[in-house]
């Protein structure tokens, strides 16, 4: 009779298949981990490893021109403050700290203020002697190597304007260019650059600075057409002496370029303004 017989028995190793299946995570969740994984790592890249700029100004002409974004290395001169995203202050003082270099490019927070990126070359380390005669730079006393070269050549685009009337000029083909006079200079180190010198102007002659322990003396490389140490620390003008924990990274190389012709509704012209010849150059 089958009313009375007995259930039938699950045997174990179904039992054990069923407690083996594992419930699906949800979607969100998972999502929500990967994101939180994506905002940490690049955190961390930006931190500690590299980080973007682009240069908005021509006070580094001829190395840097107005449209460049470059990759900037964060850790050469050690972990501050600044090399957090939005400056947070979760490290105190600068760890692993290393001095710059004269003639290293830099990025750096602006003094008064601290909150801009600004870029230009070391020239002076603490207890260095800085000043310029007659346009041409000393250091402790002793001229700086100065040579005159090729001048400096830059097509006219929404980037670019010329400096002066003086300067403007047409090559063969009819394409407006500007003209500046261009100078080899080699600091103490060996370290040398271009420099544009476009006349004389007041700053062309300074007092002598000194440069006091944990700071350092910038120079723009477009020398008269750079707001840099040989000014006070004023807000949008000069930056004073700039103490080296205001250091974010040192210029590395150069991703892109464009000449500001670029239009977002016509997408043909994001290629026909890259300044592609630049791409790549190293610092």
Known sequence: MTENAPAEAVSPPAL???????????KEDSFAVFLIKLVVIVAIFRSFMFSPFNIPSESMLPRLENGDYLLAAKWPYGITKYSMPFSLPLVPGR????????GDVVIFKAPPTNDIDYIKRVIGLPGDQLQMIGGQLHINGQPVLKQRVADFEIRISDNTRCYLPQFEAKLADGTPVCHY??????LPNGVSYNVLD???????DTPVFVVPEGKMFLMGDNRDNSLDSRFPAVANEGIGIVPQENLVGRATIMMFSTDGSASWIKPWTWFTAARWNRVGGTF
Do not use: C, I, W
Not at 95 to 102: I, S, Y
Not at 198 to 204: A, E, H, I, V, Y
């Open 16 to 26: 054990a298949a069923e407690s083996t299946v594992a419930k699906p995570e949800k």
């Open 95 to 102: 760890l692993f700290a290393h001095e710059p270099k004269r």
């Open 181 to 186: 006079p261009q100078y080899r200079e080699t």
């Open 198 to 204: 476009l006349g004389r102007t007041p700053q062309d």
